[in-house]
């Protein structure tokens, strides 16, 4: 989850005043948090464009993106035997006095990108007298050429099928492209060099299986998987973020996306993370409770926190703008907090000086059913010669997973107790059921716009007539057995919890 302090702030909470050795399960600020010296350091990654120079260049390597203080090589490394050097404060390498490492002839870098009729690259030559540039590319492409005057390669639209290559870098793998040769003359000497020319085809756009999920803290939602595109050759994109705004929380409620981690944070709790394939999977850590705590009370709804989403897609050319589309996240509390008139006695809870601190550890002490902020924090527990008091009530498991529906309907054999049968992977939501002594009379019920309906309804669903419904034992199955025979209908609902429906039919 995240270190969190004794009044429930995580690390990006802290002044730089509340940096402290006081440990808190086992570790204080001091060793936890960044801003207070602590965390875990890790470097940036930093990488060296890949070029080449003709032999009276000037040679000059800067790391991008250059973070570092300090830059050392291992014993491997081999610059000073092509004489170069690195300078040790700045990361860039350089020729050594008096030093050549180049070719004679030479482009700009082992591969080449190609993307629109505009682009020229010429030759890094050194001396005069070239002539005669030939150009010979396997496989052979259409939308390359070259002036044999002057050596320049210019990009024309492609004509015909297309060749891929699959020696260039990684991110690059099986783009359309080829391995190419560009001969030269130089006075009465032919110079030859060679580099991979590339076309890159980026992905037009990016969709994932869902744009809008819900999502419990401490819950894990399968993972939101990108749409591959069924054309061939198209460049995936090689690296992913994401940028969301938050409502329903705390106006001083942020969301950050670190790329070192690919995590994505919520006032310092992990929420979510991206893998390198671009699937996101939604997980809400347990400590985000801290945050609804935070919340005043107002009536008996179930807290929940709205992301609004964009995520990108980036390519690793620079030149290619990055394709982005939207996911909305819906982050529910597990506990609700319903203000309650009873009969009960008090006791004090001098710890807690606040109401998020008083709800706070009610919510983390398993005894703790009720209690009341006026000035100071007050525990009560229910008894039938206790003083009428208004409280707040905790009521525990209150997800959707764990939340039976209370249907009514002028249709007397659709109105009943649904409870949960599982969640659906391909369109998201929760599948409940209506259990009934025949298969044939079983009811599903799903919230509208998964289900067919429209916003803020609900439909109930058959069976298919094709196929007897078994329990799925993968959630994906739903989706499979139930569309066939849904039946959409508007219902009005309220919320019964699973435990008070077993104790009806337990009476029943």
Known sequence: GGWLSVDGKSCMQLAASDCSDEKVRGQSSNEACCQCGGGVVTPTPFSYPNSRWSLDSNIVLKPEPRTALRYTVDSKCELAAHNLTMDSSSGEISYMAGGMAADVLSYSSVTLLFHDDSEE???LTTGSGWSKFELGCAPEVSW?????STGALRYAAPSGATGGVSVADDILFGQDGAVCVVTA??????HQTTFVAIRPRPWPTLQYDLDAVAVSVGEDLHPLNPKPHKEQGLMKPWAFSMACDVSGAASSTRFTYDRILNMGLLDGHPILDISPDGAITVAPAGTLSELFDALSVSGSQRKAFTLGCRVFGLFPDPDLPPVETTLTIVVQDTVCWVPQNIKGTGLPHASADTEAKCRSQCRADETCANYKFEGQCTRYDA?????????IAKVTNCTNEGTCMKVTHSEWYLAGTYCPLGRD????????????VTQQ??????EGSSGGCGANEWALMAPSSAE???APRHPARLHQQLQPGALPLVVRHEGVGMDEEQEEDEEG
């Open 383 to 391: 008894r039938s010669d206790g003083n009428p008091v208004t409280i």
């Open 144 to 148: 390359l050429s070259i002036v044999a």
């Open 185 to 190: 003359w130089q006075t009465h000497k032919k």
């Open 425 to 436: 992977a391909v369109l998201g939501g929760i599948v409940y059921l209506r259990e009934h």
């Open 121 to 123: 690259k010429l030759p």
């Open 441 to 446: 009379d079983m009811v599903y019920l799903r």
């Open 468 to 470: 007897p419904f078994r």
